[in-house]
């Protein structure tokens, strides 16, 4: 059984193994103090080219999202996230278990605009009502869309012209990077959010994430927030290692591209095939809508998961590539696919 | 500079890092419903002996505690703790952020008993006050003293009696268990204590705790609270492989063993060189008192921690040994340490 | 300026003040456990006719939904209530200060039913969304609606099919009993609900709202709780003396029915001169769609609130009559609304 | 049985519910934006004499604390309060479940000393620990103590150079400030606090209690956590009628004063008696310690409450005296503790 599920289902990039490896017996300090955290930070400061921004390690993204979020927010204050954003949908209410409410304008595309978040402004305007402070953003989307750097020029002039903080959640950061009509550099980011989530378990690492905060005011004591939701580990430099060695030689980006590149084979074939979309995706989430038939035929071979069910005879499921998906598997699942329709 | 600092300043155990290279690019579910995982729970059952009990691995200390002690409240409940606790005084207020009190009776030697529990529970009558329904405790605790089999059995049946739960921290568990005069085994535990947090971070992996729930009406729908604490790991495999690892062939007590052997190697020498420690340790942690011209020269060499300050003169540090600990860095170590005197 | 804003505008009704002039210097004890909380609550049982009932008083809705809410859910859980529900939108996120989210189906008339709430229970499947729990309702509701006996009849049993607990908020509910319609009487909702806030502040009391219990699985330190959010009164008895008042002599009930009177008076001035209303509302709150330049002259002489902007030209706005609202009020006001139409 | 019990067992004063009777159906503003809450802070601020403070009216002494204490603490800060503070011991854990630990010096007499706080700041340096940023007292204290102007002008003076915020919980603050050895006037608080709570539900309203925030910084949407915690009272202006009344003609300090002088007479009467004390208290509260017999004979004829245990034989009690107790009811009393102690 060949798994499309997800991203996260193969082992590190070899690279990342091997540097543990070669370790040995080294002694670092705990909780990030460490050589390897500092040359981490070094190798990223040189793409988001931002001195003043501070960066942090945490293992996951539930918890990287809680506790920033958590971190910027007075108790009063909302964040306002598409309906289908990771921190409404996917994360068993993390964010109101710290006390704040998630307000969501409903998109069709995954993606948030200031037509979107007007009307939000504007049914909360006074103490009845809690007071939107910051916009949550994934880039790209949980249904694989991405925000264009003119997109995102546009939403973060109007935060800021709003009095919102612009979190991205970059979990699969360098497979929005990569699509050709994203336009964006990571020295964009310091222009275009306030608080960047670089995502390592996506991306080729055995777990964790980096977070970029690039405002002073909200900086201080971020390692208290840290502390306090159980995300600072004992054993930082083992995230400090992971992403020295994402942040050499551009190996981040490069999984990226290749996760995209085998994404765009497959809905390629897949269209060719004759099967539509949920989203126009040009990264490596696709949203094949299958007839029920030949997806309980897919599913004999190939792991996948449910996304929707548009009507009664089809549903809508997620094929996700990675870092690790070799073409030849794409192309031999492709195979597959012409044969399963033939015989259906 | 060698460091005495903790136990959790090495790489993981070599075979935990063969094991993972060994994996190549098998791939895995996620979130932790994959077969490494399953396989650890196995391994841990045949230690725990209680098939009832339900199996959980987290990321690292504070967010185990932080998750099973709010699973397991109700809103207006407290736990109780030494006043030395780790939930107490080492994890910025995790527990309280749940919306729980920490009720911290003084301990001498960082051990609860009953009759440091009574007056607790006398004092706390009525809804004016919080409600006491949980005791921690760690073991061994964090001055490095134990509870031995009989002492465990006293304050469980007094939990018992009174109606409290009672949560066993074992972050350096098998450091307890190897101490000749604790008497307890794994397979004490499920009569012993209601909810048991085996330790892997300070204990040879490169990050990770099991959590074991033996009690039936404490288990329902734990998954949800890890999701919501953001302490269920994409990657969960990568707990299930190094839970593995520790429970095949009992490398994981061999490896509690080893720190406490290294260390009563430490504690021995010390003594010998006429210095006094703040606590009867048997474990990996010692805390001897140390004249202050002394402590500043080990540090010329040594990394160690400050722990308290008996007087002007005197400072009682934290040596930690590890899995890792060689003996001949102990024995250099205290030769070192007999001509630091000796010059003093 | 006469004020249509709310059903909170006017003082108490005359016999609770004379009740509290009549009290003198008399003693009581705290916290309400006093002889005047005792009688109040015998007087609501005759009514509820539910003796394993547990009843309390608090001081305003927002608390006694908080307190109730968070009391009854674990961490993991979150309450379902129709988008316009009070929990929703009026509260400044309460419920989510307490870490619970609220699930929000869009609902035309305030009004929740099985088939809004099913596809709620569909898409909540696992551990990565919250679990819902509890089902929260007003009745009336925020847009002036009533739930009949029928309706609540098959909201409660597909409640019970599917697990859910049921909440009332009838911080106006005798004006809900007091739509012919509505079939409901007091002794029904045992039968019918799970815990039913029955409303003070809003039907002649000073303030203050009682919340019954009906289930003892529920009961256990519901004083915790109530201590723990701040709403237990030092001066307890001052809620008893007014819920002792209102319910002699069936005060409450026609309270609320002279406040539904009086806004049929109004509803069917208004619709006579030609308004149309955003929902047929058959209680004391009622939602005329304004031409502007009505709107705007009315609120020369008249307080009003605004509610929805159904286009650039109209308003939606709230009227409200109360307890105190003379009929003699109501006939001025629609004298004066057919002035100024005719003089638009 | 005539009740010593406590400070809110007793009616409002009369002139308080001779106003309510005097408005009629007045009608006004929800939530705290009318004339009479005007008319109230006005009063207010020519005691103060603040004209940068804002002020807001709360329904009771727990949600005070906890929507003040939550408003102005960052989530990883904490409050520091003596052992004995309210916040620690009679909210049920209200502080904690927004969050926050309460650090808690041990004191001897209620009060907290610049020497109290240094080893709490002392021993929490970094992120493993709490940030504490908060100092609460109460004047008079839980165990009747006052604080006089010199020791919180120390006490203040130390708070602002270790950056603490100081919240002073006024709930008896008159009683205070009728101790001729206080020397405090209402003037004087805006330079020796930064939050400061008037007390009224045990001063002679119904309930109710005013917060006065007096910097800048603090200020800002506090009305939000108000409306979050559920202590925005519909019908607000019910506060306001009651401030205004107390602070008209200096009700407010007459009061206190009256409650002071009943209890020194009681304070006097016991002492000839032979009876000693818990504590040297000038106010209201008085804490002496009986012999248990005698104990058992009082409270076949009055009503107090139980404060600690100092030995077998002995228990030491609370007498608290309020703004309605009668000099002739004391000097009956003490009449009857002769007899008592003869007859023993």
């Given at each position: ?29 705990g909780?990030?103090m ?8 070094q190798?990223?400061?040189t793409?988001i ?24 927010l ?6 306002i996230?598409?309906n289908?954003?990771?921190?409404n949908?996917?994360e ?19 993606k ?17 009502f ?25 939403l ?8 919102l ?7 699969r ?5 990569g ?18 989530f ?22 201080a004591?971020f ?12 054993k ?17 980006f ?12 497959l809905?390629?074939?897949m269209a060719?095939?004759?099967?539509s ?8 989430q ?10 309980a ?11 929707s ?9 997620r094929f996700?590539?990675?870092w ?9 699942f492709l ?10």
């Amino acid at each position: 059984m060949y798994s499309f599920k997800n991203d996260y289902s193969e082992n590190a990039h070899p690279s990342i193994l091997q540097k543990l490896m070669d370790m040995g017996m080294e002694q670092n300090n705990g909780y990030g103090m460490d050589a390897h955290c500092e040359r981490a930070k070094q190798l990223i400061q040189t793409y988001i080219q931002c001195e003043e921004a501070s960066i942090h390690f945490l293992p996951g993204g539930t918890i990287t999202n809680l506790t920033a979020i958590s971190h910027i927010l007075k108790p009063y204050e909302a964040v306002i996230s598409s309906n289908t954003g990771h921190i409404n949908i996917h994360e068993c209410g993390a964010i109101e278990a710290t006390g704040h409410k998630v307000l969501t304008p409903p998109s069709d595309d995954g993606k948030l605009t200031p037509e979107l978040i007007a009307p939000i402004l504007d049914a909360h305007e006074d103490e009845f009502f809690v007071h939107p402070a910051c916009v949550y953003i994934s880039n790209p989307t949980e249904v694989g869309t991405i925000y264009t750097k003119s997109e995102l020029e546009r939403l973060y002039t109007y935060c800021k012209e709003h009095d919102l903080l612009l979190f991205l959640d970059g979990a699969r950061l360098p497979m929005a990077l990569g699509a050709p009509e994203c336009q964006l550099e990571m020295k964009d980011f310091k222009d275009l959010t306030d608080i960047l989530f670089i995502g390592g378990t996506k991306v080729g690492a055995l777990f964790g994430e980096a977070l970029v905060i690039f405002r002073k005011e909200l900086q201080a004591r971020f390692r208290f927030s840290m502390k306090r939701s159980g995300s600072m580990l004992a054993k930082g430099w083992l995230l400090g290692v992971q992403f020295e060695q994402l942040f050499s030689d551009g190996l981040y980006f490069e999984l990226g591209k290749h996760a995209d590149r085998t994404a765009m084979l497959l809905k390629k074939g897949m269209a060719e095939a004759g099967i539509s979309f949920l989203t126009d995706s040009p990264t490596n989430q696709q949203f094949p809508i299958l007839p029920n038939k030949l997806k309980a035929r897919i599913e004999e071979k190939y792991s996948i998961s449910d996304w929707s069910k548009p009507d009664e005879d089809h549903t809508c499921v997620r094929f996700c590539t990675s870092w690790a998906t070799k073409e030849e598997d794409v192309l031999l699942f492709l195979e597959d696919l012409k044969q399963m329709i033939a015989s259906l």
